[in-house]
């Protein structure tokens, strides 16, 4: 079982993460609208512990192409680590409020 506070650490990490390279790229590569941390998606392409390469795209254009780039890495031996914005910073569900009746 992973320890509480670190499995918090590290989603927080994930996301500054996330938001600093949406920074840094401000635009989508693929379609070039603007991006946002929330709506992005980072693909990391990994040989062992060595980081080959790092993308960030908006989520639509990381849906059509992680699927076939996941394939090729495999395919080589390669490691694809993905980073889902929609995911990280997915808000938890709102409770509903209870009516009390008299």
Same mark, same amino acid.
Request: some cysteine; charged content about 25%.
């Given at each position: 079982?992973?320890?509480?506070?670190?499995?918090?650490?590290?989603?927080?990490?994930? /996301? +500054?993460?996330? /938001?600093?390279?949406?920074?840094?790229? &401000?635009? %989508?590569?693929? %379609?070039? +609208?603007?991006? !946002?941390?929330?709506?992005?998606?980072?693909? $990391?392409?990994? /040989?062992?512990?060595?980081?080959?390469?790092?993308?960030?795209? %908006?989520?639509? %254009?990381? !849906? @059509?192409?992680? !699927?076939?780039?996941?394939? &090729?890495?495999? @395919?080589?031996?390669?490691?694809?680590?993905?980073? $889902?914005?929609?995911?990280?910073?997915? /808000?938890?569900?709102? @409770?509903? +409020? @209870?009516?009390?009746?008299?």
């Amino acid at each position: 079982m992973e320890h509480p506070v670190l499995s918090a650490f590290e989603a927080t990490m994930k /996301r +500054n993460i996330l /938001r600093y390279h949406v920074g840094q790229v &401000m635009f %989508c590569p693929t %379609c070039r +609208n603007i991006m !946002d941390a929330r709506r992005a998606v980072e693909v $990391d392409l990994m /040989r062992g512990p060595e980081l080959l390469s790092s993308v960030v795209a %908006c989520a639509p %254009c990381a !849906d @059509k192409q992680v !699927d076939a780039v996941r394939k &090729m890495a495999e @395919k080589h031996g390669y490691t694809l680590t993905v980073n $889902d914005g929609r995911k990280l910073f997915a /808000r938890p569900a709102r @409770k509903a +409020n @209870k009516v009390v009746e008299a």
